[in-house]
């Protein structure tokens, strides 16, 4: 599928219809998904109608957006007014939300075209969408792999060409772990960036919406529809959202400072990664950049003061999960017990094994020992990030540990899942912006992702830096064969 700006020059010159793109985006959507399984949730009808008004527009000789008329696809988590949205959760069943999302709406208001809902791993708890209530999504480069979650779907289908971009959210790692595992761009965007209006919370001082695309201009479109303040997200920025998409050049900022984090290249690292990641950091020095060595010690407390913190805020947003509101309810004689079997029925193990985590870790006599002192580390991550942009302006890692690891290979061992999040985590801790874009492959043909972050509201430089990388490489143009 050609990228957002090749499709809207075929809109704008009457080349394609944005029927015609819709209609072939759905047809390839179908052939694949007995395979690959990224949706949980196909509305050709809402989405040829979306075309069918694009259409329209341009017929009128109306200007239209950039957005307008592409093929996108959303996280499950996201609101969409009269479509189900149930997390990938047996306890959300049949749930159709009253209402739209923020950033479903913007992009509903842009003429985006959403052709369904995407597969997650439930309530966005998991690395490998193997957690859905419902199906195993499969990774397009080999559909025996996970496609990383827990943004999987999301990541999928973009990497498989079903569509030209998605949504994913990012917790720990959900939007960049799925895209160095399919090969594709995944960024997560400056907490409060983005409007959580609609989003279903796991974690809320951690969540954030974000773009995934085969390009980083196409994350860039996608960005620059979906960000900006919103009054009904009490967590959201009044900043200037820039242009990020004009703000790209083919040369890397000039006099560029590139940090290396140590800590992320030691025990855990499979090698056949940590050289991908090198040749890279090479390139990015051979187009001009200074590179050096930064230290942030406190990086590899990110996984335990996450899984602290993350299930505690869990256990407090799943709290209204009982049936009574919405949902699946148990048909008991008493209300006690309706709650009870409501919810050990609806939940999945890694929902239920995270609630309980959380709901310990915040009882009386453990509040201080684990809570409060994981708050308390999450300050001194934070810190040694400040520290860093004193000296640098990006940071680069490799994205995940390892590549796609086989489907059903980890899942009796939660703590090797948790680790696929072991890069990512900290960047949330600290909500700063992080990307991963492709920057080579393994020997059995599996993508590898590289991860640059940048300071607070610096989105402009990292999808800059991100652009400059991809745009002298050719790690992005390879497709999956299936």
């Given at each position: 599928?050609?990228?957002?700006?090749?499709?809207?020059?075929?809109?704008?010159?009457?080349?394609?219809?944005?029927?015609?793109?819709?209609?072939?985006?759905?047809?390839?959507?179908?052939?694949?998904?007995?395979?690959?399984?990224?949706?949980?949730?196909?509305?050709?009808?809402?989405?040829?109608?979306?075309?069918?008004?694009?259409?329209?527009?341009?017929?009128?000789?109306?200007?239209?957006?950039?957005?307008?008329?592409?093929?996108?696809?959303?996280?499950?988590?996201?609101?969409?007014?009269?479509?189900?949205?149930?997390?990938?959760?047996?306890?959300?069943?049949?749930?159709?939300?009253?209402?739209?999302?923020?950033?479903?709406?913007?992009?509903?208001?842009?003429?985006?075209?959403?052709?369904?809902?995407?597969?997650?791993?439930?309530?966005?708890?998991?690395?490998?969408?193997?957690?859905?209530?419902?199906?195993?999504t499969a990774n397009p480069w080999d559909i025996s792999r996970v496609p990383g979650g827990s943004s999987g779907g999301s990541a999928a289908a973009v990497s498989a060409d079903q569509v030209v971009v998605s949504l994913g959210s990012d917790t720990g790692g959900s939007i960049r772990q799925p895209a160095a595992f399919c090969g594709v761009v995944g960024l997560k965007p400056?907490?409060?960036?983005?409007?959580?209006?609609?989003?279903?919370?796991?974690?809320?001082?951690?969540?954030?919406?974000?773009p995934f695309g085969r390009t980083v201009e196409d994350a860039a479109i996608l960005l620059e529809a979906i960000a900006g303040y919103d009054p009904q997200d009490s967590t959201s920025l009044k900043v200037e959202i820039p242009k990020y998409s004009e703000l790209l050049k083919p040369e890397l900022p000039k006099g560029l400072r590139v940090g290396i984090i140590t800590e992320?290249?030691?025990?855990?690292?499979?090698?056949?990664?940590?050289?991908?990641?090198?040749?890279?950091?090479?390139?990015?020095?051979?187009?001009?950049?200074?590179?050096?060595?930064?230290?942030?010690?406190?990086?590899?407390?990110?996984?335990?003061?996450?899984?602290?913190?993350?299930?505690?805020?869990?256990?407090?947003?799943?709290?209204?999960?009982?049936?009574?509101?919405?949902?699946?309810?148990?048909?008991?004689?008493?209300?006690?017990?309706?709650?009870?079997?409501?919810?050990?029925?609806?939940?999945?193990?890694?929902?239920?094994?995270?609630?309980?985590?959380?709901?310990?870790?915040?009882?009386?006599?453990?509040?201080?020992?684990?809570?409060?002192?994981?708050?308390?580390?999450?300050?001194?991550?934070?810190?040694?990030?400040?520290?860093?942009?004193?000296?640098?302006?990006?940071?680069?890692?490799?994205?995940?540990?390892?590549?796609?690891?086989?489907?059903?290979?980890?899942?009796?061992?939660?703590?090797?899942?948790?680790?696929?999040?072991?890069?990512?985590?900290?960047?949330?801790?600290?909500?700063?912006?992080?990307?991963?874009?492709?920057?080579?492959?393994?020997?059995?043909?599996?993508?590898?992702?590289?991860?640059?972050?940048?300071?607070?509201?610096?989105?402009?430089?990292?999808?800059?830096?991100?652009?400059?990388?991809?745009?002298?490489?050719?790690?992005?143009?390879?497709?999956?064969?299936?």
């Amino acid at each position: 599928m050609a990228s957002i700006r090749e499709l809207h020059q075929q809109l704008t010159s009457k080349q394609r219809s944005a029927v015609e793109i819709t209609q072939a985006a759905l047809d390839r959507l179908q052939t694949l998904e007995p395979q690959l399984k990224s949706f949980l949730c196909i509305t050709p009808e809402v989405a040829l109608n979306r075309a069918r008004a694009v259409d329209a527009q341009i017929a009128a000789g109306e200007t239209i957006g950039m957005m307008a008329g592409i093929p996108i696809a959303l996280k499950d988590n996201l609101c969409t007014k009269g479509i189900p949205t149930t997390c990938a959760s047996r306890i959300l069943e049949g749930f159709v939300p009253p209402y739209e999302s923020t950033v479903t709406g913007k992009l509903q208001a842009a003429g985006a075209v959403a052709l369904g809902k995407t597969n997650m791993d439930e309530f966005a708890m998991g690395s490998s969408t193997e957690n859905s209530g419902y199906q195993v999504t499969a990774n397009p480069w080999d559909i025996s792999r996970v496609p990383g979650g827990s943004s999987g779907g999301s990541a999928a289908a973009v990497s498989a060409d079903q569509v030209v971009v998605s949504l994913g959210s990012d917790t720990g790692g959900s939007i960049r772990q799925p895209a160095a595992f399919c090969g594709v761009v995944g960024l997560k965007p400056t907490y409060g960036l983005v409007s959580r209006f609609g989003l279903v919370a796991y974690a809320s001082s951690l969540d954030q919406v974000g773009p995934f695309g085969r390009t980083v201009e196409d994350a860039a479109i996608l960005l620059e529809a979906i960000a900006g303040y919103d009054p009904q997200d009490s967590t959201s920025l009044k900043v200037e959202i820039p242009k990020y998409s004009e703000l790209l050049k083919p040369e890397l900022p000039k006099g560029l400072r590139v940090g290396i984090i140590t800590e992320t290249f030691g025990e855990g690292l499979d090698p056949v990664v940590a050289a991908a990641v090198q040749t890279a950091v090479a390139h990015f020095q051979s187009l001009g950049a200074t590179v050096q060595e930064i230290s942030c010690p406190r990086f590899r407390y990110g996984l335990p003061t996450y899984y602290v913190l993350a299930p505690s805020e869990a256990s407090a947003n799943l709290a209204r999960y009982d049936g009574v509101k919405y949902g699946i309810r148990a048909q008991t004689d008493n209300l006690m017990s309706m709650y009870t079997k409501t919810r050990a029925g609806g939940f999945g193990t890694e929902v239920k094994r995270r609630i309980m985590l959380g709901t310990y870790a915040l009882s009386a006599g453990y509040y201080d020992a684990y809570y409060l002192k994981a708050q308390k580390v999450r300050t001194l991550i934070k810190n040694d990030f400040e520290a860093a942009f004193g000296k640098v302006d990006i940071l680069i890692t490799p994205t995940t540990p390892t590549t796609a690891f086989k489907a059903g290979e980890k899942t009796s061992d939660p703590l090797s899942m948790y680790l696929s999040d072991l890069m990512t985590i900290p960047v949330n801790l600290a909500g700063l912006p992080g990307i991963s874009i492709p920057c080579g492959f393994d020997e059995q043909g599996m993508p590898i992702g590289i991860q640059i972050i940048a300071n607070v509201l610096r989105e402009d430089l990292l999808l800059q830096a991100a652009h400059a990388y991809e745009q002298s490489t050719t790690w992005h143009q390879q497709l999956p064969n299936i």
